[in-house]
Nanobody, 123 residues
Framework: QVLLVESGGGLVQVGESLKLSCAAS????????MGWFRQAPGERRKFVAS????????YYADPVKGRFAISRDDAKNTVILQMNNMRPEDTAIYYC????????????????WGKGTQVTVSS
């Protein structure tokens, strides 16, 4: 069982940056593909970014390409989502997820989830 805990959420202004962290415990972190998803009120959970085991590959949703960056530190069992040039439409609860399989862009492709952290972008 893998425990994922997100941190770093908060309130920012349009154009500002925010860094989310996800700390993992209880499993072999380096063997998991990791991802970030977000869910806005009234909407389904959506893919944001993912990184493969060994950080060999990263994937991004079109709305965040060029603005967000995902990275992982296997020594610290941590995955980071750096969010730059933020927009009001980035407002959502952000969830960290882990998969034992090949990293995916699908909600159903992940096995473990954190409880989420709120991100609000004010205009």
């Amino acid at each position: 069982q893998v425990l994922l805990v997100e941190s770093g959420g908060g309130l920012v202004q349009v154009g500002e940056s925010l860094k989310l962290s996800c700390a993992a415990s209880g499993g072999s972190f380096s063997s998991y593909g990791m991802g970030w998803f977000r869910q806005a009120p009234g909407e389904r959970r959506k893919f944001v970014a993912s990184v493969s085991r060994g950080a060999g590959a990263t994937y991004y949703a079109d709305p965040v390409k060029g603005r967000f960056a995902i990275s992982r530190d296997d020594a610290k069992n941590t995955v980071i989502l750096q969010m730059n040039n933020m927009r009001p439409e980035d407002t959502a609860i952000y969830y960290c997820a882990a998969t034992r399989s090949i990293v995916s862009t699908l909600v159903d492709g992940f096995d473990y989830w954190g409880k989420g952290t709120q991100v609000t972008v004010s205009s």
